[in-house]
């Protein structure tokens, strides 16, 4: 859908054949960048599994999104492509937030799809009233306490 976005507004001659290659790309790997998303949770290290789930797993998939579009030849203009690696870091970084609330996972630690889906409103309005959360957290942070005159 992003790239329909992007493209509707070019007058590229193949703008057809790149949402084309786009969607056939998305449905044919998504399952399995998810699937590497959730084992990244279980990483020793939460920061590592954190870096994995937006930054090296979305980097891998748009890496091979773009070979896909050169090897069929409908290249993909630079804004468009922009406008899509920002979707999907601001898309990981959703997934991030509510896999660890156990929201979408498979397995035992999964809920089921209806439970997944009527969690999923809150979940919405906490990510998106996360940086508001942040900063006036940062905003409240207690001074620390002055050492009296007599210690001076």
């Given at each position: ?9 070019t ?10 290659v ?22 020793r ?28 030849g409908a ?7 922009l ?15 509510i ?6 996972l ?23 009233l ?5 900063i006036?957290s940062?905003?409240v ?12």
């Amino acid at each position: 859908m992003v790239y329909l976005a992007a493209m509707a507004r070019t007058h590229s001659p193949g703008r057809f054949s790149i949402v084309l290659v786009e969607m056939a790309y998305v449905t044919l790997t998504a399952g399995v960048y998810a699937g590497m998303q959730q084992r990244a949770l279980g990483l020793r290290f939460r920061l590592l599994g954190n870096l994995t789930v937006v930054v090296a797993v979305p980097a891998f998939a748009q890496f091979f999104d773009w070979l896909a579009h050169c090897a069929v030849g409908a290249a993909v203009p630079s804004r468009a492509m922009l406008a899509v690696c920002i979707f999907a870091g601001v898309s990981a970084l959703f997934h991030l937030h509510i896999m660890r609330s156990g929201v979408f996972l498979t397995g035992e630690r999964g809920y089921s799809l209806a439970e997944d889906f009527r969690r999923i409103p809150r979940l919405v309005v906490g990510f998106v009233l996360m940086p508001l959360a942040l900063i006036s957290s940062l905003a409240v942070r207690p001074m620390p306490a002055a050492e009296p005159e007599a210690s001076l």
